[in-house]
């Protein structure tokens, strides 16, 4: 397993932006995918996005296409969510998590197929 934590999170006014940043344990960082998901109060925890281990591939919920980018830098152990334009809705508690099982998009969009998360950061987005 890999140790992972958050940061970046906060209020923000709708239509502004946010970078969240996930820092990774260990040195094989580049072997695991990773995931953001989400979690508003009361609501089942939410796949956000995806990306391969070296970055090639990215995959996103419709909800946040657009509007939302998953990078990493490998050299650094670090996944990032580029957040613009955003919207009330998008308030939520946001994790996220490594994957180390090689999965073909649209798999790999389960809480159940990462094996790591981390503790999540807060985002509130003011209308």
Known sequence: QVQLVESGGGLVQAGGSLR???AASGRTFSRYAMGWFRQAPGKEREF???I????GNTHYADSVKGR?????DNAKNTVYL????????DTAVYYCAADEVV???????????F?????????TVSS
């Open 20 to 22: 969240l940043s996930c």
């Open 48 to 50: 956000v996005g995806r």
């Open 52 to 55: 391969s281990g070296y970055g």
């Open 68 to 72: 939302f980018t998953i990078s990493r």
């Open 82 to 89: 580029e957040m613009n334009s955003l919207k009330p809705e």
């Open 103 to 113: 999965r073909f998009y649209p798999r790999g969009r389960l809480p159940t197929d």
């Open 115 to 123: 094996g790591s998360w981390g503790q999540g950061t807060q985002v």
